[in-house]
């Protein structure tokens, strides 16, 4: 059964920086695209950053410049590398893959997600 799981996260200062990851466990064929949201109290869930092909990134305005996110395609994983932390930055993170199984099928997955606390 193929899942997602998130390390890292944690509390920071603001200005501090902090790296989540997430590895997919599990027999997949190959990667279309992982990605990293965020829902903080009493908000929607957002999308943070996106990458596509192992390659094109995507990245929401409120995080742009200080974020970055990769896909390791060998070890099957995913970080999110976050600089700058500014309270607003709290939330639960949330890592999602889109997923081709061995048996031709294209899915979507989810992590059980990781708190991000920024405060001084």
């Known amino acids: 059964q193929v899942q997602l799981v998130e390390s890292g996260g944690g509390l920071a200062q603001p200005g501090g920086s902090l790296r989540l990851a997430c590895k997919i466990t599990?027999?997949?064929?190959?990667?279309?695209?992982m990605a990293w949201y965020r829902q903080a109290p009493g908000k929607q869930r957002e999308m943070v950053a996106r990458?596509?092909?192992?390659?094109?990134?995507h990245y929401a305005d409120s995080v742009k410049g200080r974020f970055t996110i990769s896909e390791d395609n060998a070890n099957e994983s995913s970080d999110l590398h976050m600089s700058s932390l500014k309270p607003e930055d709290t939330a639960v993170y949330y890592c999602?893959?889109?997923?081709?199984?061995?048996?031709?099928?294209?899915?979507?997955?989810w992590g059980q997600g990781t708190q991000v606390t920024v405060s001084s």
């Open positions: 999602n893959a889109q997923l081709v199984v061995p048996d031709g099928y294209q899915s979507d997955y």
């Open positions: 990458i596509t092909a192992g390659t094109t990134t």
């Open positions: 599990g027999s997949i064929f190959s990667i279309a695209s």
